[in-house]
């Protein structure tokens, strides 16, 4: 098992910035990438970014490259999210998820670990 716990969420105006944190605990030792993924009000939750635990390749929405960097730390057993230029469109609950799948890490399905979520709300 794997515990993940969000934190860093809150509100900031547009084009300001916003770094949200996730911290893993348990049987790390097995997972092979971590992904944030994000739910907006009335919307299917939507892949974010996602990053490989021992290499560090990191993966893209279309919507958020250039303005988000994803980020670990091994030691720490942790995963960031830096939010740049931020925009009323990115205000949603994000969530931190854990998978030991090395395929599709942009799809929700193969995570099988999941946070309880930190909610950001941008600012027009």
């Known amino acids: 098992q794997v515990q993940l716990v969000e934190s860093g969420g809150g509100l900031v105006q547009a084009g300001g910035s916003l770094r949200v944190s996730c911290a893993a605990s348990g049987r790390t030792s097995s997972t092979y990438a971590m992904g944030w993924f994000r739910q907006a009000p009335g919307k299917v939750r939507s892949f974010v970014a996602a990053?490989?635990?021992?290499?560090?390749?990191?993966y893209y929405a279309d919507s958020v490259k250039g303005r988000f960097t994803i980020s670990r730390d091994n030691a720490k057993n942790s995963v960031y999210l830096q939010m740049n230029s931020l925009k009323p469109e990115d205000t949603a609950v994000y969530y931190c998820?854990?998978?030991?799948?090395?395929?599709?890490?942009?799809?929700?399905?193969?995570?099988?670990?999941w946070g309880q979520g930190t909610q950001v709300t941008v600012s027009s």
């Open positions: 998820a854990a998978t030991t799948i090395a395929t599709m890490i942009y799809n929700g399905l193969v995570y099988d670990y």
């Open positions: 990053i490989t635990w021992s290499g560090g390749t990191t």
